[in-house]
């Protein structure tokens, strides 16, 4: 299946000098799903719908600085490969060329929308992340903004003392208070001052009830919750209402681009962020990790960079992640270097150990095993 039939051919086109205020305003007019931006009549990149809704950026801001680096899509890309470009370049929106020709855009959700029917073969425990980073009910917004901004997430599960779910908080939800606040002080209302804000309770911010799903749950019906609540992720809880883990729709996107085949398919979001190091050697490193352990069939490996604000001599602090899904369940190493080929080397140490680690239990296991069946003869 191609992507010809989903692709919008409505969309904004703005130049890259254009200020933001005009593109907000060409954005309500014509409601579409992307805007593309322009320099000089040639593609520049894009600003999703809701980078545009959730900035704090002021209106006199060229919208160059908004726009996100998107890879181009074929008019006639099929849809497994246009997903794993959305994820490898961690947008929401694309734009389509057919030819030289600007012809439309393609978003997460018209693929996730052209392929829901079909899956409801997969279930939720099957392609959700399970390493969740959580906060409590004590912390603050500032405490749950540098959560969120020290691990590059966009939502964060609220626990109280028993590691019972209790609320979620999202980049979403900050963004709105924070746009609430000025527009009280520019009123005259200054009781919500930026300090105070950040020493506010969670609580006072995050969402509660929160929408969930289980892990026996069919993906299909996940994806409906969040296109029924217009949101992008569900947190995935366990029979006692403790969080399990994550499932996003960019998750659900990555689960269209698993292969069958006898390669080891690896996947790379944010391949803007590779310095000194590329996919094949990164593709090589991890194979010869899974190779000491033989008896584990990889079905996909997922490899994510984030970049921090903080540098040394000029080169970027990256969080690498790396993410192993396979036949003895799911197996993930990360760590921090300055450039994404150290950070990627010290994520790979930590999933060889981790690798190494399941294969020392397997083998202690299989020995109490045959341990037991001498002791029965």
Do not use: C, W
Request: hydrophobic share 40%; charged share 30%.
């Amino acid at each position: 299946m191609d992507i010809t039939d989903i692709v919008a051919e409505e969309f904004v086109e703005v130049d890259a000098d254009e200020r933001l205020a005009k593109v907000r305003a060409a954005f309500d007019q014509a409601n579409p799903k992307g805007v593309i931006v322009t320099e000089d009549g040639d593609y520049a990149g894009v600003i999703g719908e809701s980078e545009l809704v959730k900035s704090r950026i002021q209106d006199d801001t060229k919208a160059s600085v908004l726009m996100t680096s998107a890879p181009r899509v074929d008019y006639h890309e099929d849809i497994r490969e246009t997903a794993r470009l959305l994820v490898e370049g961690d947008v929401n929106v694309a734009p389509v060329f057919r030819g030289e020709t600007l012809d439309g855009i393609i978003t997460t959700d018209a693929i996730l929308e052209a392929v829901l029917e079909n899956l409801d073969a997969l279930t939720v425990s099957q392609i959700y992340t399970d390493e969740v980073i959580t906060e409590t009910t004590a912390a603050t917004v500032g405490q749950a903004i540098n959560r969120l901004r020290e691990h590059g997430i966009s939502r964060l599960p609220i626990v109280d003392d028993a590691d019972t779910l209790t609320g979620v908080i999202t980049t979403h939800d900050i963004v709105n208070f924070v746009v609430r606040d000025e527009n009280r002080q520019e009123k005259g209302d200054r009781s919500g001052d930026h300090d105070r804000m950040l020493d506010l309770p969670v609580e006072n911010l995050m969402t509660s009830p929160v929408l969930t799903a289980e892990l026996e749950d069919s993906v299909d019906g996940a994806v409906e919750v969040m296109f029924d609540n217009d949101i992008s992720g569900l947190v995935v809880t366990d029979d006692d209402g403790g969080v399990s883990g994550i499932i996003t729709k960019t998750d659900v996107l990555r689960a269209l681009t698993f292969t069958e085949e006898e390669s080891m398919d690896v996947q790379i979001t944010n391949v803007k962020l590779l310095d000194s190091i590329d996919r094949a050697e990164i593709v090589e490193s991890i194979t010869q990790v899974v190779d000491k352990y033989q008896a584990m069939n990889v079905i996909h490996a997922h490899v994510r960079f984030h970049e921090h604000k903080e540098k040394l001599r000029g080169t970027p602090l990256i969080q690498a992640q790396i993410r192993l899904r396979t036949s003895h369940g799911q197996l993930a190493g990360s760590g921090e270097g300055y450039g994404a080929n150290h950070a990627f080397h010290v994520a790979l140490d930590k999933l060889e150990r981790n690798v190494l680690e399941r294969k020392g239990v397997n083998a202690d296991a299989k020995q109490r095993g045959q341990l037991i069946q001498n002791l029965e003869l």
